[in-house]
């Protein structure tokens, strides 16, 4: 076993056999799961002062699902439609423009893809606390000019610096926890990302039910008001984080990286084997005097990388591809779509709902291997949308149908959240190198973007009343795409839940089979198939 696998059995030497047979046996009984999360709770009690500021830190990507959300929200407000819309007489509605609605869904995401990209061309050069005081202050900004904005085109503008503020503090929390995060919490810290997304897309859900009952304009203003929210308090806390040690031994900082790391883990923290392990990570691909040189967009394109860069980025487009972007950001809209009542209040049902399987998929992290929970639940919701589709067929007047299809959009909410919402995120994460991630994961979120924009420039064409009108139906295109990415992440998408980055290095540099990641072990510093190492170390306990 590599030395750098923190406590997960180092520490108790006499309980590697125990731990090797329940896991290699085959049976995933409850003994296993017992063993698993009793490691996870001494962990967590190890490193609690890490675990709060891992909290703190992803706060800051809330920002993702409200704004999300607000841009379905809104638009189901008849106000918003009165005041930025045109009439449709024969729908006896107000109606906003296909292309402004496309655009006011564009914006957000648009900005986001610029966000991105300066995470990844500035968090090396310039640290990430800058970045997140840049996210901060832009979104508080954007979020003032939403509010008061008189047209659309203004409304536009905000919009899209607020995408700009969103993409920053995505790509950023996630980069920043990952890095520093010891192995036996990463598979937990990993998958936070969606559950705070999801909560935002609940709360904007519930702010946009209770704003539903309020007359005139702040009936959807309310809804922009409340962006402030968690900036401001994001603001308070900002000045006492520690900037990440990992950029400062990229930097050559050792001493400012100790004091980092006794901010973030404590004086009672190991930080010699902290300083020690991330230091491997840096070196294990190349030289120390080439690190700098590894960092660049060139390099995520690498022989050596390129494989990771893949499957970092088909972990989220699986997200787009398998339905989310519709299931979530329409969810209000076509609620109303379909005749029901109370669009608004069904959202907040979904999104507490969804709210909870992702919370239940955090939980599950430590012990669900990353295959299963995203390209297993990838091939369910493949299924479910099939559902969803045909029960789309059935015309608006058979009240049973509509029934089944709103039990079936609800329900597949909760299984996206739970498995390709979660796991995507981990895996896009976790897959990359010390040294290429913020480049990987910026590129992972453009390219995510990327393919939102489009849906976002096409989706009112084919959802619109006075257009399409395809509604669920197109959950049926969804399905073509998703196979072949859920194809792609078959072939290539690695089991690395529970690995340190050093491990996953050393099976990537040995030509370990991605699939095949979860039969090998690291000792000595080579790859090494678990039977054999099982026997190894038998054989060592009876000779001595």
Not at 105 to 122: D, E, K, M, P
Not at 274 to 287: A, C, M, S
């Amino acid at each position: 076993m590599d030395p750098a696998h923190n406590n997960l059995v180092d520490d108790d030497k006499a309980n590697f056999e125990a731990v090797e047979t329940v896991l290699d046996s085959g049976n995933h009984s409850a003994e296993q799961y017992r063993i698993q999360y009793r490691i996870l709770w001494m962990n967590l009690k190890e490193y609690k002062r890490f675990v709060w500021w891992t909290l703190y830190v992803m706060l800051l990507v809330f920002g993702w699902g409200y704004d999300a959300g607000l841009s379905g929200v809104a638009i189901a407000f008849p106000e918003f439609r009165k005041i930025y819309g045109n009439y449709y007489a024969a729908g006896d509605q107000w109606v906003i423009p296909a292309l402004w609605q496309s655009l006011w869904n564009a914006a957000s995401t648009i900005g986001q893809v610029f966000g991105a990209y300066l995470v990844g061309q500035f968090a090396d050069t310039f640290g990430r606390k800058l970045i997140l005081y840049a996210a901060v202050f832009i979104s508080i900004s954007s979020s003032f000019a939403l509010v008061f904005a008189p047209d659309l085109p203004v409304l536009f503008v905000s919009k899209l610096l607020l995408g700009v503020s969103v993409g920053l503090s995505t790509a950023l929390p996630p980069l920043y926890v990952t890095e520093n995060s010891p192995a036996a919490l990463r598979s937990s810290a990993s998958s936070l990302t969606n559950i705070i997304i999801v909560l935002g897309f609940f709360l904007s859900s519930i702010t946009g039910f209770g704003a539903s009952k309020i007359a005139g304009v702040w009936s959807f203003k309310l809804s922009f008001v409340l962006t402030f929210l968690i900036p401001v308090i994001y603001l308070c806390g900002l000045p006492f984080l520690p900037e990440s040690p990992v950029w400062y031994l990229k930097k050559n900082r050792e001493a400012d990286a100790r004091k980092a790391l006794k901010r973030l883990f404590g004086s009672e923290a190991d930080i010699d084997a902290r300083i020690k392990t991330i230091r491997e990570e840096l070196q294990q691909q190349e030289g120390e005097s080439e690190i700098g040189g590894q960092g660049t967009w060139k390099s995520i394109f690498s022989r050596e990388n390129r494989s990771r860069t893949l499957v970092a980025v088909l972990g989220l487009q699986v997200q787009n591809f398998s339905g989310g972007y519709f299931a979530n950001t329409y969810q209000t809209y076509y609620f109303e779509l379909i005749g029901q009542t109370n669009a608004f209040g069904l959202t907040a049902i979904s999104s507490a709902l969804q709210f909870g399987s992702n919370f239940v998929a955090v939980f599950l992290s430590n012990v669900v291997p990353r295959r299963v929970g995203l390209i297993g639940g990838g091939t369910l919701l493949a299924v479910w949308s099939v559902i969803v589709g045909g029960t789309s067929l059935a015309p608006k007047t058979n009240v049973s149908a509509n029934t089944a299809l709103l039990a079936f959009m609800i329900t597949w909410s909760m299984l996206y959240t739970a498995t390709v919402g979660c796991y995507g995120w981990a895996v896009a994460q976790e897959t990359s190198s010390q040294i290429t991630r913020p480049k990987t994961i910026a590129l992972t979120l453009m390219c995510q973007q990327l393919t939102a924009l489009l849906l976002s420039s096409v989706f009112p064409y084919f959802i619109n009343p006075d257009q399409l009108n395809f509604g669920g139906k197109v959950m049926f295109l969804f399905v073509g795409a998703e196979i072949f990415i859920l194809l792609g992440l078959y072939l290539a998408q690695p089991e690395t839940k529970n690995l340190t980055y050093r491990e996953i290095d050393i099976m990537y540099a040995d030509g370990v089979s991605p699939r095949k990641f979860s039969k090998y072990l690291v000792m000595d510093g080579r790859a090494v198939k678990r039977e054999q190492a099982t026997t190894n170390v038998v054989g060592e306990k009876v000779q001595a």
